[in-house]
């Protein structure tokens, strides 16, 4: 009972309306206050007003009592014009029935007051004339004083009611006034693109969702879009600013691809090559050389600049590079001879400074990396290749034959069948006035001396040089040979040429024949068949032959004849053609001679002896030539062919309709001619069109051939049946139900009845229809002709009810209104789901979604009409979603569940991932970060969209400061400084320690794990160090490893205090060496591929003669 009694003290109740519903657009009002002063709602929401609406009546004890707290006057004094200048205050003496005196009091008041409503008060009252009055409490849904709204710029409406002071400020002077946050967009700062947010109003904390799944204030680097942003503060109230353009992201990120330094001293090779991304994607490059692409080639070392412009942006970028080159590469070299007593070789020794190291020495036939290179005596010209290619030219030395001559014998020629002058040569050994040669046969006996002798027989002989400043000699041998091998020629036939065997085979069977042999046919009167250099030969006519046998090495040769004879054949020519038309005949005829006698066989049968034969037909013929004295005997064979005379095959109707037409053609090919004679006159062509009945005759030629046939028909032209149909049919109405239609003819016919549609009612004289409309008599003689008649049947039915109906949803409610045409004196609803009803315009609920078709029979005398719809019953989709994030940066293992109520059951789930990759059902597991969109589908083919937004945590990233360790001591530390990742960190130390901080270290290597919130993992090594020892080497400012644990490879740098040789290798801890490169250079940087070492610790070396520093490297993969 309180509670019943309490509402009727706060509010004057007077039952008219509902009140506006939060978050409706607030209708506008352009009302006059009591000064005079027109006040326009929404104009104040157009400046960015937050506006109180207090609807009170004079005479309202409740209002009164609210009023005269003063919270609208101290929220109007501190937010109002005079104050923060963003909320205004109305109050609207909205009941028709109080007059304008009301204001003031009760004197002169007509309808009731308790006070002065102005006293104390500086914000607007206005006080509407009763019939704006009315209108605006029905525009408000007044129903009850007082009611007190609070609208925010955008015009949404809330009802807050008779609020304290600090309500009204949370709502109107901060909630609402988020609507006026406005946006900076920076799109030419030409580092990156970004959407700062001024914020405006917000009550507490203003918690920030953005359309690409950001949740900060401000977005900084983004991609070009449209974003939007959803805006919550600690009321729960939501506004949605955007969407924001960003047309393009001026952020460009140009790097360095690749830099090769100049190859040689002074030389132009160099290579610098930059790559521009990102920004408008379109960019131009201006190099210090006046160059414009992004790849600079073919330049000495020194000092480039490069300015890349984004053309889109305008921004542009500019960076440095130097290009180094190498030291001119210089050298010493000096040259040792042999001496005599032991005929050591020579050798020559280089001293190379400056040029890129490893040195290769390239002689005339062979090369190598050593400085010390042996030589035999000789001249050299050798030359100088650094490891990048550059070139060093010495000059030519000689490795002089101090005291020991060169012998070097040959012999020129070999004893054979064709040679009998050989001669044994020393030029090619040592030559001057203090050089003697001395000949020396098999036995040893002097043959002469000189730089060439002449021998006489073959076998061992032997050169001495004799040097006679020095006193040494050198012996030398050369072996002379000889070849007088001689060929065997055997040569034998198959007889002589006769008149059974036109030709004879010539074999060289039992002679020499191996691969040093040349075979040579030759003949002054015969003829040969076969090549000549052939073992066997096939000849054709009498005559000697001869073969001769040639030793290719040795030079000797030998022959063999052979005779020939023939006896002569007799001479056959046959005449006569071998080609004729079919049903005709051709001759063949051969020359005739008086001691000779023709056979003609024709397709294997002997049939004449005479000199010409007739063929008739398609065959091979055959005739034999013997001569009646020597009985020797030549044939000949032809093919004898006659040609099919084309075929006539007309196609198309003889007999046709009168008022047709009718085509008739000729199966032709491209190969032949065809001829029409129609009544009298002549056509060509495959095919003649004809209107009338005609006498026709066709004649078609081979043109290949000249081959002809012909035939001759008719055609004729059929006239057409006739009909008379009754053209008064009786009119269908509610009396006259049917109408008989019905026809005359004085042929003989066949007839069909036909509607509208082409179906077929009746064959008989008579139709009997029940429908309007047209009917047809279709006619058709014994020929196939046809006529047709129609005739249009109509109908009356002005009193026959038309069926028809329209309807409204609310979700599975219908409300459905007849709108049949015409008198209707019953009816029938069925609803699709078993229910019925007669009612003019029934409401219907279904109990479950989905289609249901609903027919409405309406009835009177003249009948019953149905008109049928199908309807959806359904409520909107709903979608609920729920989402677990990517646990660690690079991992696939986010999830996605989502919820459906609502539309018509029968879900279909389509979803699109980053990448365009595609997903079906409710539960995706194993996500990578990004956007994944969803569409459902319900049963009735509606649809909806939602997107969830999967996010990865930052890469684990460790930076460490080491403090190195003097020897035997422990003052090392080793300080650890961790970002990304998800929540706290666990640090744990390979030597048992844990946390981010070691210290007391000695020197040695420090293996740290770190576990983020999630468990993810990463592991560095470092290295406590220490002074340089006598071993290492004192020249290097700074020698790094890095990745320190490596995966795919390893990168070492090294810089030296000046230029030196170093050798850079990794070993096993074994002492196995793995890898090795030499370089000489002041700064190192090598890459070593660790695609063949497998996961475990090793050792990188830089050596430099005796001295070594050593860092220790762990190979996780």
Request: negative net charge; glycine residues 8%.
């Amino acid at each position: 009972m309180r509670k019943i009694l309490l509402f009727f003290t706060l509010f004057c109740s007077l039952n008219l309306f509902s009140q506006i519903p939060d978050g409706q657009i607030a209708p506008d009002f352009n009302l006059e206050d009591i000064n005079g002063e027109d006040h326009q709602l929404y104009d104040y929401l157009d400046d960015g007003y937050s506006v109180i609406l207090d609807f009170s009546a004079t005479w309202c004890g409740p209002c009164w009592n609210y009023h005269q707290t003063g919270i609208l006057e101290n929220i109007y004094g501190d937010f109002g014009p005079g104050g923060e200048d963003k909320v205004m205050v109305f109050m609207i003496e909205a009941d028709p029935g109080t007059t304008q005196p009301c204001i003031y009091g009760p004197s002169g008041c007509s309808g009731g007051s308790i006070g002065d409503w102005t006293a104390g008060v500086d914000y607007p009252i206005l006080n509407p004339e009763a019939g704006d009055a009315a209108t605006v409490n029905g525009d408000f849904q007044i129903n009850y004083y007082p009611t007190l709204y609070g609208v925010a710029p955008n015009g949404e409406i809330y009802e807050i009611g008779q609020a304290s002071f600090n309500e009204w400020e949370s709502w109107t002077a901060h909630s609402f006034q988020m609507h006026n946050t406005t946006f900076d967009v920076n799109e030419e700062d030409c580092t990156t693109s970004f959407i700062q947010t001024n914020q405006a109003g917000g009550e507490g904390t203003v918690e920030y969702e953005w359309s690409n799944g950001a949740t900060t204030q401000n977005l900084y680097n983004i991609e070009p879009g449209f974003y939007s942003v959803t805006m919550t503060d600690d009321n729960n109230y939501e506004v949605v600013k955007g969407p924001i353009e960003i047309e393009y992201n001026n952020g460009a990120d140009v790097e360095l691809v690749d830099l090769a330094n100049v190859s040689c001293a002074n030389g132009s090779d160099g290579m610098i090559e930059v790559d521009a991304s990102g920004g408008s994607e379109d960019f131009e490059y201006e190099w210090s050389t006046g160059d414009d692409t992004p790849m600079l080639m073919n330049v000495p070392a020194g000092d480039y600049e490069v300015v890349v412009t984004d053309i889109g942006t305008g921004c542009e970028y500019e960076l440095e590079f130097e290009l180094e080159e190498p030291e001119e590469l210089e050298f010493e070299y000096e040259v040792f001879n042999p001496d005599c007593e032991d005929q050591a070789l020579g050798s020559v020794e280089f001293f190379v400074e400056g040029g890129t190291w490893p040195m290769l020495y390239q002689f005339d036939d062979f090369e190598s990396f050593d400085e010390y290179v042996t030589l035999e005596p000789g001249e050299y010209e050798p030359t100088i290749i650094d490891a990048n290619g550059c070139e060093a030219y010495v000059p030519r030395f000689e490795i002089a034959e101090t005291n020991s001559p060169t012998a070097m014998s040959q012999a020129i020629g070999s004893f054979s069948c064709v040679v009998d002058t050989v001669y044994v040569d020393a030029s090619n050994s040592s030559s001057g006035p203090n050089i003697t040669y001395n000949w020396y046969d098999p036995t040893d006996v002097f043959v002469g001396s000189g730089s060439q002798v002449q021998v006489d027989s073959a076998g061992l002989y032997t050169l001495s040089v004799y040097d006679a400043t020095t006193g040494c000699e050198t012996m030398s041998s050369v072996m002379v040979t000889e070849d007088f091998s001689v060929p065997t020629a055997v040569v034998s036939s198959s007889g002589n040429i006769d008149c059974n065997n036109v030709t004879s085979m010539i074999s060289s069977q039992g002679s020499t024949a191996d691969s040093s042999t040349v075979y040579t046919w030759t003949t002054a009167d015969g003829v040969i068949e076969s090549p000549i250099n052939s073992p066997d030969i096939e000849v054709s006519a009498a005559g000697m032959y001869t073969l001769t046998i040639d030793n290719m090495y040795s030079g000797c040769s030998e022959s063999a004849s052979i005779m020939i004879e023939s006896e002569d054949l007799p001479e056959l020519e046959l005449s006569g053609d071998t080609d004729f038309c079919d049903g005709s005949s051709t001759t063949l005829t051969v020359t005739q001679n008086p001691d000779e006698t023709p056979t003609w066989v024709v397709n294997g049968v002997t049939v004449s002896n005479d000199f010409s034969i007739e063929i008739m037909e398609s065959a091979e013929v055959e005739v034999y030539l013997t001569n009646d004295i020597t009985g020797c005997e030549v044939s000949d064979v032809v093919q004898t062919t006659a040609f099919e005379a084309p075929q006539v095959d007309v196609s198309g109707d003889l007999m046709f309709c009168a008022g047709n037409m009718t085509t008739i053609c000729l199966d032709n090919s491209s190969n032949h001619n065809i001829s029409w004679e129609i009544d009298g006159v002549t056509f060509s062509g495959e095919c003649v069109d004809l209107n009338t009945s005609s006498d026709i005759t066709v004649m078609i030629t081979n043109n290949t051939t000249g081959c002809q046939s012909s035939d001759s028909f008719v055609t004729q032209m059929v006239e057409l049946p006739s009909i008379d149909l009754i053209d008064n049919p009786t009119i269908l109405d509610c009396t006259n139900e049917t109408s008989t239609l019905t026809y005359s003819t004085d042929m003989s016919i066949s007839v069909e009845w036909v509607n509208e549609n082409g179906e077929v009612l009746g064959i008989n004289t008579e139709l009997v229809v029940d429908q309007p409309g047209e009917y047809t008599a279709v006619a058709t003689n014994i020929f196939g002709c046809t006529v047709m008649e129609s005739v249009t049947v109509e109908a009356n039915l002005d009193e026959l009810p038309i069926a028809d109906y329209a309807y409204m949803t609310a979700e599975y409610t219908f409300t459905f209104n007849d709108m049949t045409e015409g008198d209707v004196k019953s009816r029938l609803w069925d609803f699709g789901d078993g229910n019925t009803s007669t009612e003019a315009n029934p409401v219907h609920t279904y109990a479950n979604p989905g289609f249901y078709k609903v027919n409405l029979a309406s009835t009177n005398d003249c009948g019953t009409t149905t008109h049928e719809e199908e309807v959806l019953a359904t409520t909107p989709i709903q979608v609920t979603t729920a989402s677990t994030d990517v646990s660690c940066f690079g991992a696939n293992d986010a999830s996605i569940q989502v919820g459906v109520g609502g539309g018509v059951p029968g879900y279909e789930y389509d979803w699109q991932g980053p990448g365009g990759a595609n997903y079906t059902g409710t539960n995706l597991s194993n996500l990578g970060p990004g956007a994944y969109q969803i569409m459902i589908t319900d049963a009735a083919g509606e649809t909806v969209t939602n997107e969830v937004v999967i996010t990865e945590p930052d890469a684990i990233e460790v930076n460490a400061t080491v403090v190195n360790s003097q020897a035997s001591v422990s003052e090392g530390s080793i300080n650890l400084s961790i970002v990304g990742g998800t929540g706290t960190y666990e640090v744990t130390w390979d030597n048992g320690s844990t946390g981010t901080d070691l210290t007391g270290l000695p020197q040695g290597d420090y293996l740290a794990t770190i576990v983020d919130g999630n468990g993810c993992t990463v592991e560095e090594l470092y290295t406590v160090t220490g002074t340089t020892n006598v071993n290492e080497i004192s020249i290097i400012n700074s020698f790094n490893v890095s990745p320190n644990p490596a995966v795919d490879y390893l990168n070492v740098n090294v810089d030296l205090k000046v230029k030196a040789q170093l050798k850079i290798s990794m070993v096993s801890l074994d002492g196995k060496l793995l890898k090795s490169y030499n370089t000489n250079s002041k700064t190192v940087s090598q890459t070593i591929d660790l695609s063949t070492i497998a996961n475990g610790i090793y050792l990188v070396e830089v050596r430099s003669q005796d001295k070594v520093n050593i860092k220790k490297v762990v190979v996780a993969k």
